[in-house]
């Protein structure tokens, strides 16, 4: 898991499940949250091109990271999710692409 942060975009990288879980990952989780300013950006694409797998977990996770940045008032678009990814988290509940 990683993510990273280029102006008003975020590239969202690698395994997003339990097993992929990782010190770094959770590191980068956290601070690509603190690279986003709120004065700088108003809305961010979130690229998913390059997610490899996800899980609940996985789930959770960027949920409550698209949560934090919608609490900062920015507004965000997930784009490009695999295919499979996106029957996943759709089947889930978890509806949040463009």
Do not use: C, H
């Not at 986003?36 to 996770?61: E, F, M, Y």
């Not at 698209?66 to 678009?77: A, H, N, S």
């Amino acid at each position: 898991m990683e993510i990273s942060v280029y102006g008003a975009m975020v590239q969202m990288q690698g395994d997003w499940t339990v097993k992929g879980l990782t010190r770094s990952g959770m590191v980068s989780l956290a601070s690509s949250l603190q690279q986003i300013k709120p004065d700088n950006v108003r809305s961010l694409t979130v690229d998913l091109r390059d997610v490899t797998a996800i899980d609940n977990i996985g789930q959770q996770l960027l949920s409550g990271w698209l949560d934090i940045v919608k609490l900062r008032g920015i507004k965000t678009e997930l784009v490009n999710p695999p295919d499979a990814l996106k029957n996943k988290i759709t089947k889930s509940g978890f509806n949040a692409f463009a």
